[in-house]
């Protein structure tokens, strides 16, 4: 069992994700660790302290994300139409790239998180399923598949942000049209393989 914090160290925690959280979200994950505890009001150490790697940072500042992405999942499922529910999932996460320039680049080595909760992986997996079902989704789109849609989105979200905000959009109605059944030809690769996939996150990270 984790020993809880003791109050301070607790706060100073809190100080650091939020902190944190906002400079990602404006300027990326490359903000220096030395602002980042600045911002929070802390030394270098206490964020040393509380987090030893950058990663384990990145990880507590988006950990609320894959909670985040279940519970779009479950809205998904909740709609009559089974192709809407899919693509208003999609948007929804991609909206969540946009809003957010760390999200993005951590959704550009990674797809959505709710693999990290068993729960989400099995929402997500029933929207591509149940979109599937309804003769809706090309039958040959895997779940897998979304890392293409979300990786995609995070570079024209990071090369257009400037320019074009929403242009996105565009983008992503392009992919919605190619997921679609009656636009389906014969894919020239089979789907990348679990495995694949997670040594694909391990090279990027």
């Known amino acids: 069992m984790t020993k809880p914090l003791r109050k301070d ?8 994700i939020e902190a944190a959280r906002g400079l990602y ?24 302290n ?17 909670e985040t ?9 909740s709609l009559d139409d089974a192709w809407a529910g899919l ?9 969540l790239q946009a809003a957010d320039r760390g999200y993005n680049e951590l959704a550009s080595t990674r797809p959505p998180q709710a693999e990290d909760l068993e ?9 591509v399923e149940r979109a599937k079902e309804s003769g809706a989704l090309r039958e040959d789109f895997t779940l897998a598949d979304m890392a293409f849609v979300t990786w995609g989105i995070a570079r024209t979200v990071e090369a257009t942000s400037a320019v074009r905000p929403e242009v996105w959009r565009r983008h992503l109605a392009l ?10 030809n014969p894919l020239p ?17």
Do not use: W
Request: glycine share 8%; with cysteine; proline share 5%.
């Open 9 to 16: 160290a607790q706060r100073n925690r809190d100080l650091l």
């Open 25 to 48: 979200a404006v300027r990326g994950l490359d903000v220096a660790l030395e602002e980042i505890a600045k911002t929070a009001g802390v030394s270098i150490g206490t964020l040393y």
């Open 50 to 66: 509380h987090f030893p790697q950058r990663a384990d940072l990145v990880n507590a500042v988006f950990a609320d994300r894959a």
């Open 69 to 77: 992405v279940a519970k779009l999942a479950e809205h998904a499922l």
């Open 87 to 95: 693509t208003s999932f999609i948007e929804r996460v991609c909206e």
């Open 119 to 127: 729960r989400g992986y099995e929402l997500m997996t029933r929207v």
């Open 175 to 184: 992919l919605f049209d190619g997921m679609r059944a009656p636009a389906a």
């Open 189 to 205: 690769e089979p789907p990348l393989l679990p495995g694949e996939l997670a040594g694909i996150m391990g090279d990027c990270d």
